[in-house]
């Protein structure tokens, strides 16, 4: 037990979401709740001045992500003879944004509640509420609404080429479980008692349950039944 304690002191980021959180803000960086690391052991979160970056709430992290707060590149200019020239900038990440693996976020960035960067973004500048960003340099791709849209009339297609790759594969259709919570909504009865039956596929890091109970009640199934969710992709498996 010691032994484990001294690891997590020493190396908190190799260990959950949770610890890794705990460990951000013991060393004096802003983490709002139910934010969530995924794979916390790649990340890298610029501790020089924890008073200079922010996180919000429910902000998610995937792996292999760069945060930073500071700038040395003044030392380029200093030792050129061009004089010292001190930076400061605060970098705050805002409720809701979810942070693509690889991504860079540099000192001074500002990202606007409800925002998504895509994989392998090098973010800086100030982004409004509900940004859809990508790039090197990062630029706008388009609204969360618009990408919700675009989501909605693909999730259908996905979901077919999910439950048919996994049959090409294995030589049966996969079950509830085996589709896992990505398509659950499609043919599940929106209802307590499939909260009940199916807690695993309700459990969504980085997202408030009382969130995600009122879409899923809010909203509508668009098959009467799992079977007949796979009666349609036997029809148009075959279809792009």
Not at 9 to 18: A, D
Not at 112 to 139: F, H, K
Not at 195 to 201: G, T, V
Not at 207 to 236: I, M, Q, T, W
Request: glycine share 10%.
């Amino acid at each position: 037990m010691i032994k484990d304690l001294v690891k997590r002191i020493l190396y908190p980021h190799t260990h959950s979401s949770e610890v890794f959180a705990s460990y951000l803000r013991s060393r004096g960086i802003e983490v709002g709740e139910g934010c969530f690391f995924f794979d916390a052991r790649t990340i890298n979160i610029d501790l020089q001045r924890p008073h200079m970056l922010q996180f919000g709430n429910y902000v998610k992290v995937t792996g292999y992500v760069h945060i930073l707060c500071h700038d040395y590149s003044r030392s380029v200019i200093l030792q050129s003879g061009g004089g010292h020239f001190g930076e400061a900038r605060k970098t705050v990440i805002g409720d809701n944004v979810f942070i693509g693996a690889h991504s860079i976020i540099l000192m001074g960035a500002n990202i606007g509640a409800n925002s998504i960067v895509g994989a392998g973004a090098v973010v800086s500048g100030t982004w409004p509420e509900g940004s859809v960003i990508a790039g090197n340099p990062a630029r706008l791709v388009c609204t969360l609404e618009e990408f919700a849209a675009k989501r909605k009339r693909r999730e259908l297609v996905g979901a077919v080429e999910y439950a048919t790759a996994f049959r090409e594969r294995n030589g049966v259709w996969p079950t509830i479980e085996q589709m896992t919570n990505a398509f659950s909504w499609l043919y599940l009865p929106h209802t307590e008692e499939t909260l009940r039956k199916h807690p695993e596929l309700f459990q969504l890091n980085g997202v408030n349950c009382e969130v995600l109970r009122g879409a899923f009640f809010a909203s509508k199934p668009e098959f009467n039944s799992y079977r007949e969710f796979l009666d349609y992709c036997a029809l148009h498996r075959n279809e792009d």
